[in-house]
């Protein structure tokens, strides 16, 4: 009796524990609806979880000296109950399940418009074997290389493909996840909600190299954030003007070499 006491208490003290922790801050959108959703399945889960273990331990003691059981008895009452209380079950699961996966934060579907809004942030991510190009089209198309930065509470599109193989952009903390397929370009959104440097990585393997494909997606402050764009705007404007100076100055050095020898010959015809 005492066993069985204790391990009842052991169940609910789990479950008790389980709810009472207090959940982490949520850095995304996209990672609060997946929580909020797992939370949701627990309410359901564990209650059934508990009750089908306390059956069992019951079961188990009740019996354990049964050398001459009994046929089970048809219960109709019994069959309809635990029939209806599954079909709820079940349509409770189903009913939450698509109001998450339904929302643009988790499924984004193509026919919807990539950042439709002042503000919004889209970033060109391309996997190639193996590392990444981030871009930014909407900023003048500078380049990041492997260092995502967005700002914090604003609609952020991640436009993702790949040059080469099937590779796979994943950063867990924010809730995302996408494949990057070559010729393909697959779009997930979410809104960032706490500033911090989360790691990113590829998920598919595609080759030697596969677990060197990391990545990091910085969330900054709405002025840092626009102060980092106009930095990298100036930075690749100036390695742009630097391009065609010194495409002049080669030209212009061309230029003078032919003159130059034109000139040597005509004194030499003369």
């Not at 990041?144 to 950063?171: E, K, L, R």
């Not at 809730?175 to 960032?192: F, R």
């Not at 980092?228 to 010194?246: I, K, L, P, R």
């Amino acid at each position: 009796m005492k066993g069985k006491r204790f391990a009842l208490i052991s169940v609910l003290s789990a479950a008790l524990l389980a709810f009472a922790v207090e959940p982490v801050a949520a850095q995304s959108t996209s990672i609060d609806l997946i929580n909020g959703l797992n939370e949701r399945l627990l309410l359901i889960g564990v209650p059934i979880t508990i009750l089908v273990e306390v059956i069992l331990i019951y079961t188990v003691f009740k019996f354990r000296n049964n050398s001459d059981p009994k046929p089970t008895r048809e219960n109709r009452r019994l069959e309809i109950t635990w029939t209806i209380a599954t079909a709820i079950i079940l349509l409770f699961v189903g009913v939450a399940s698509y109001g998450v996966l339904a929302n643009p934060n988790i499924t984004y579907m193509a026919d919807q418009e990539v950042a439709p809004n002042e503000g919004d942030v889209v970033v060109e991510a391309t996997a190639f074997q193996w590392g990444w190009n981030m871009t930014y089209p909407e900023e003048g198309g500078f380049s990041s290389g492997t260092n995502i930065v967005v700002p914090a509470d604003q609609d952020v599109y991640f436009v993702i493909t790949s040059d080469d193989v099937i590779h796979g952009f994943a950063v867990p903390e924010l809730g995302l996840k996408q494949d990057a397929i070559p010729g393909q370009e697959n779009v997930i959104k979410t809104v960032p909600t706490e500033p911090g440097t989360y790691q990113g990585y590829c998920t598919e393997y595609c080759g030697v190299s596969h677990s060197q494909m990391y990545f990091t997606v910085e969330v900054l402050p709405q002025d840092q954030y626009d102060q980092w764009v106009q930095e990298q705007q100036a930075s690749a404007n100036e390695s742009s003007g630097n391009s065609s100076a010194s495409g002049n100055s080669t030209a212009s050095g061309n230029s003078s070499a032919s003159g130059n020898s034109s000139a040597s010959l005509a004194a030499l015809a003369n």
